[in-house]
Antibody, heavy 119, light 107 residues
Framework: QVQLQESGPGLVRPSETLSLTCTVSGDSITTYYWSWLRQPPGKGLEWLGYIYHTGSTTYKPSLNGRITISAEPSKNQFSLRLTSVTAADTAVYYC?????????????WGQGALVTVSS | DIQMTQSPLSLSASVGDRVTITCRATGSIDTYLSWYQQKPGKAPKLLIHSASSLQSGVPSRFSGSGSGTEFTLTISSLQPDDFATYYCQQTVGTPLTFGGGTKVEIK
């Protein structure tokens, strides 16, 4: 069974960088695509970006270059960096495995990590 | 960007009811659509992909249909475990986008 687990600071100050890591077990990140999504409290789901095992990435354009997703195959982890955060970046952040056989959809998810942006 | 609109925003139903949720896309997405179920405090769970393909392990009371711009998720006989929020997602265009969600509540 594939399992994903997010980890990282739960509190980030405004203008600083949000960093999260997703540790994958039960599968290798050298297969499939791997993605980050988020959900502000009480709101809907937002896709942020994904990475392929080759290192190729695709990001949501409206993040305006603030996002970086990277992978560390030796640790079976991939990571999210989001710079210059504001209160609008407060959300539960999810990592997920991407299936790409017919479009891009998410079949396994982490439990989520709440990140609050506040001074 | 392809925008996804779900209706209704919420509904109240009883155990055993047939429930239908609609999702509309602002442009044609063929059958590039998935449905998820989310319970409070939990991650979303994939129910259906490719508009009508049931994900492994999902009960057969869930079904999906549609193509182009209009899609439906149907629960044939609502069970207590089905009270949750449901999201559609278009899987073809970047950025990948979700509908706003439909909350299914107990009547």
């Amino acid at each position: 069974q594939v399992q994903l687990q997010e980890s990282g600071p739960g509190l980030v100050r405004p203008s600083e960088t949000l960093s999260l890591t997703c540790t994958v077990s039960g599968d290798s990140i050298t297969t499939y695509y791997w993605s980050w999504l988020r959900q502000p409290p009480g709101k809907g789901l937002e896709w942020l970006g994904y990475i392929y095992h080759t290192g190729s990435t695709t990001y949501k354009p409206s993040l305006n270059g603030r996002i970086t997703i990277s992978a560390e195959p030796s640790k079976n982890q991939f990571s999210l960096r989001l710079t210059s955060v504001t209160a609008a970046d407060t959300a539960v952040y999810y990592c997920a495995r991407v299936r790409a056989n017919w479009g891009r959809y998410f079949d396994f998810w982490g439990q989520g990590a709440l990140v609050t942006v506040s001074s | 960007d392809i925008q996804m609109t779900q209706s209704p925003l919420s509904l109240s139903a009883s155990v055993g009811d047939r429930v239908t949720i609609t999702c509309r896309a602002t442009g044609s997405i063929d059958t590039y659509l998935s449905w998820y179920q989310q319970k409070p405090g939990k991650a979303p769970k994939l129910l259906i992909h490719s508009a009508s393909s049931l994900q492994s392990g999902v009960p057969s009371r869930f079904s999906g249909s549609g193509s182009g711009t209009e899609f439906t998720l149907t629960i044939s006989s609502l069970q207590p475990d089905d009270f949750a929020t449901y999201y559609c997602q278009q899987t073809v265009g970047t950025p990948l986008t979700f509908g706003g969600g439909t909350k299914v509540e107990i009547k």
